[in-house]
C-alpha cells in the first residue's frame, strides 16, 4: 500500500484532530472537587461583595484553560493539515 505525501498529510491532519477533541472534551466533563471560594470564618463578615476564589481553584481553572488551548491549537492545526493534503492532491 503506497500512500502519497497528501494522504500522509491528510493523516497528520486527522490525528491532530482527534489529540485536539479528546483534550476539548475531557476538559469540558471534568469538574473541580474542591472548595471554590474562600468561606469566612466570622458571622459579622458577611458583605455583599464579590466572592474570593480559592487558590486551589484558580490553580485547576488555570491548567483547564491551557489544555483547552493546547487542544484548540491542535484542532485548528489538524483542520489546516487536511486542508492543505486535499489542496495537493
Not at 28 to 43: P, T
Not at 53 to 60: D, H
Request: charged share 20%.
Amino acid at each position: 500500500m503506497d500512500l502519497s505525501v497528501s494522504q500522509y498529510v491528510v493523516i497528520a491532519g486527522l490525528v491532530c484532530d482527534v489529540i485536539g477533541c479528546v483534550l476539548v472534551a475531557f476538559e469540558v466533563i471534568n469538574r473541580f472537587k474542591g472548595q471554590v471560594v474562600e468561606q469566612s470564618q466570622k458571622l459579622e463578615d458577611l458583605d455583599f461583595s464579590r466572592p474570593v476564589l480559592t487558590s486551589e481553584y484558580r490553580k485547576w481553572e488555570r491548567r483547564k484553560h491551557i489544555v483547552m488551548a493546547i487542544g484548540l491549537f491542535f484542532l485548528v492545526g489538524g483542520f489546516t493539515l487536511q486542508g492543505i493534503g486535499t489542496a495537493i492532491q
